[in-house]
């Protein structure tokens, strides 16, 4: 009779066990229970989960960037998440917006076994925003009593300067910038929460890892509605600059060839430089700058894939954004044949 009962239980225990772990199958390919809805009120919200199938304990999330603090459900516990039309979510393996990473823009009802309670930071991202926040209130974009006076009105940019963000699609606490050099506790927002701004025609923005303008830089030309991926929450210094004088006035802010790749003998455009077009360059053909270049401005649709050996050998880089200073790629001093193209 023991013996009977044994074999009966053994087909229970192990659908207990593949119940349990979702290691056993692959992403949303679970069956799906009819109680894996969210609540009504929920539905065009992102919402986590720290059980597969919608269910455990759970927490809202609007647009925006979160770290492991601020998840709502707790660090490595995330096993499924309601994602609406028109949003994409992305986790991270580490805190910080770092480690491996993955998109997803439907429902998940069980994360696989390579991130089943393995997510320690998210970054929630609206697809379909259309530029305009406005609710027939007096700025469209005053969020917590902050900026009152920046002037996008039914998505209307404010050309004479650039505004920055603390939450993604361009809500949060948030400061206008002119033209200048913004250090830490400078540019009107708290410092690492930076996720996205708004570049004016003509503008362009450089944003630093640390303070003091150093470390690693990255350039904006155009509007961010969300910066992710190694770059969110990380700014700590800002410069604002124009890349060509839209009134062809003498202001002090003579515009940047956008025509033509300029490389600088110095960091920040200074010093001996020389303008290049198009086309495929094997040496400097004695110019001073061979394995003199310190910054690199790119116009918006040029790459430049740089060597730091004649005729296009030895190591290489591409580049598709203007360098202020090349020390930040380990680049400085380097570069003696390089290639030009468009996009």
Request: charged content about 15%; proline content about 4%.
């Amino acid at each position: 009779m023991k013996k009977i009962l044994m074999v009966l239980m053994a087909p229970l225990v192990f659908i207990a066990v593949s119940a349990k772990d979702p290691g056993h199958s692959k992403l949303n390919k679970h069956p799906l229970p009819v109680s894996a809805r969210v609540n009504p009120n929920l539905e065009n919200q992102v919402v986590i989960f720290a059980d597969c199938y919608l269910k455990g304990a759970s927490a809202t999330l609007p647009a925006g960037s979160y770290r492991a603090y601020q998840l709502g459900i707790g660090n490595d516990v995330l096993s499924s998440m309601h994602i609406p039309t028109g949003y994409t979510v992305t986790i991270y393996s580490d805190d910080n917006f770092r480690g491996r990473s993955a998109s997803f823009s439907a429902n998940v009802y069980c994360l696989d076994r390579d991130w089943n309670d393995q997510v320690s930071s998210i970054v929630v991202a609206a697809n379909n925003y259309n530029g305009g926040d406005n609710n027939n209130n007096n700025n469209g974009y005053n969020n917590g009593g902050y900026n009152n006076n920046n002037n996008y009105n039914n998505g209307n940019l404010d050309y004479n300067k650039v505004s920055v963000y603390e939450e993604c699609n361009y809500r949060g606490p948030s400061a206008n910038l002119e033209i200048g050099r913004f250090d830490v506790g400078q540019f009107g927002i708290r410092n690492d929460v930076l996720t996205s701004l708004r570049v004016p025609r003509g503008y362009r923005v450089v944003l630093f890892e640390n303070s003091g303008f150093s470390g690693p830089s990255i350039e904006f030309r155009d509007d961010k509605s969300c910066i992710t991926g190694y770059w969110a929450r990380r700014t700590s210094s800002i410069i604002v600059e124009r890349t060509y004088d839209n009134n062809n006035n003498n202001n002090g802010n003579s515009g940047i060839n956008t025509s033509s790749v300029i490389m600088y003998a110095d960091s920040w455009y200074r010093g001996d430089k020389q303008s290049f077009v198009e086309g495929e360059f094997p040496s400097f053909n004695g110019a001073s700058l061979n394995s003199n270049v310190s910054s690199i401005n790119i116009p918006n649709g040029f790459v430049v894939t740089v060597y730091d050996m004649p005729k296009f050998r030895g190591s290489s880089y591409t580049f598709s954004t203007s360098i202020l200073n090349l020390s930040s790629y380990k680049w400085n001093d380097r570069i003696q044949s390089f290639r030009i193209y468009r996009k």
